[in-house]
């Protein structure tokens, strides 16, 4: 019989960084030197596998898709009680989605990483690698993907980095996933995020949409944007392309409840979608899952459509 085991996908990030001797910072551990520096382990056997030494703004679909494989491949092993994923926290919350949108079993999947280097003299990761190890051993409280860093079990969907310097750099913002789409692929879908801000000019607009598959607005407020931004949002939905609005705000909901030139309202009236609780980064995703899948976009974010 196949023994009970825990799979460790390591892809690089600042728990596997040190210092080059220009000070700056570079992944460079490798899955084995990460799992020498945990301070506890779980008594099941630690299968590694390295995926990667990369930064995770290098995390492009492609890049996700692969790791979606590498877990899958992991979990094909019945033997395989759960899988621990480093990575860098920068996209964690998106590549955390993606691998919840496309699981096909309860097995936990748990993303960790760092906000601290490997040669910090008080680094981060191996607490946190540690934890991560336990709760996919059999601590995890929640089945699925999960974050797990600076102590927190965190759920994929509404999970957010809301600090880019403290330990404790994650946050729920609540919300649940409607559905999941087993084995979903992100590659070759062009999803656009346009950011809002005062007197957007409608080209910068027009020039997101263009031959974007969707677009995803970081609006502002509780979903709202400038007249001239909204002649282009416009545009884009006319021509039929999706459009996910969400919140430049570091918490509370979406809410499309503002009338006038470029009032959230106004753009629901015209098909644009809330994302609830989501920011723009787990907007993305979600909207380009569901345009794989070929499912009606607004559904993935709990609206009829």
Same mark, same amino acid.
């Given at each position: ?59 492009? =679909? ?56 490997? /040669? ?47 330990? /404790?750099? =994650? ?41 974007? /598959? ?92």
């Amino acid at each position: 019989m196949a023994e009970p085991h825990v799979a460790l996908i390591t892809t690089g990030g600042t728990i596997a960084c040190t210092a080059t001797d220009s000070g700056a910072l570079e992944p460079t551990r490798s899955a084995e030197e990460l799992l020498a520096s945990a301070p506890r382990l779980p008594e099941l056997a630690i299968r590694p596998r390295e995926a990667g030494l990369l930064d995770s703004a290098a995390m492009g =679909f492609a890049e996700i898709d692969a790791l979606g494989d590498a877990v899958d491949e992991a979990l094909a092993d019945d033997a395989c009680v759960g899988v621990v994923v480093t990575h860098g926290t920068d996209t964690m919350e998106e590549t955390a989605l993606a691998l919840e949108l496309r699981r096909r079993d309860d097995r936990p999947v748990v993303l960790t990483g760092a906000m601290r280097p490997a /040669d910090h003299p008080e680094p981060d990761g191996p607490g946190n690698l540690a934890d991560a190890l336990a709760l996919a051993a059999g601590g995890a409280t929640r089945p699925g993907v999960t974050i797990a860093v600076a102590g927190r079990e965190l759920p994929a969907f509404g999970t957010v980095k809301h600090d880019a310097a403290a330990v /404790d750099a =994650f946050r729920h913002r609540g919300g649940e996933l409607p559905r999941r789409l087993p084995g979903v692929r992100l590659a070759g879908v062009d999803v656009r995020v346009v950011a809002a801000y005062p007197g957007t000019p409608s080209a910068v607009v027009d020039a997101a949409a263009r031959g974007a /598959d969707g677009l995803v607005v970081e609006a502002l407020g509780a979903g709202n944007v400038g007249p001239r931004a909204a002649e282009g949002l416009k545009r884009a939905l006319r021509s039929g392309a999706p459009v996910v609005i969400s919140t430049r705000a570091a918490a509370g909901p979406v809410a499309l409840a503002y009338g006038g030139a470029g009032g959230g309202a106004g753009l629901a009236d015209l098909g644009a979608i809330g994302s609830g609780v989501l920011r723009a980064g787990q907007a993305r995703v979600l909207l380009a899952a569901a345009l794989a899948a070929g499912v009606a976009p607004a559904s993935m974010f709990g609206q009829e459509g």
